[in-house]
Nanobody, 122 residues
Framework: QVQVTESGGGLVQAGGSLRLSCTVS????????IGWFRQAPGKEREGISC???????YYRDSVKGRFTVSRDNAKATFYLQMNSLTSEDSATYYC????????????????WGQGIVVAVSG
């Protein structure tokens, strides 16, 4: 059974940083592509970044230069470093896993975490 779990969210001031973590069990980490998504109240879920098993990385334009996605296959853990946060980044963030090549589309992913809240004040 595949399980995806996010951690590291919380409240941060504008201009600050947070690092989200995503652990995946039940899948071979080195064969798994990971996507990060977010959903603000009243808005659709949007893809913001993904990292492929081969290490390729993709970003939504609005987070390029501020967010960095990475992976540690040995720990089966994936990260999203978020810097220079603004109120526009406030949302519930989701980690998702797929055996397919990652992209920023919701329907590419088979396994999802429960989501974690990121709130940016100021």
């Amino acid at each position: 059974q595949v399980q995806v779990t996010e951690s590291g969210g919380g409240l941060v001031q504008a201009g600050g940083s947070l690092r989200l973590s995503c652990t995946v069990s039940g899948m071979r980490a080195d064969n798994t592509d990971i996507g990060w998504f977010r959903q603000a109240p009243g808005k659709e879920r949007e893809g913001i970044s993904c990292v492929s098993a081969s290490g390729s990385r993709y970003y939504r334009d609005s987070v390029k230069g501020r967010f960095t996605v990475s992976r540690d296959n040995a720990k089966a853990t994936f990260y999203l470093q978020m810097n220079s946060l603004t109120s526009e980044d406030s949302a519930t963030y989701y980690c998702a896993a797929t055996y397919r090549i990652c992209n920023l589309e919701v329907d590419r992913y088979q396994y999802w975490g429960q989501g974690i809240v990121v709130a940016v004040s100021g």
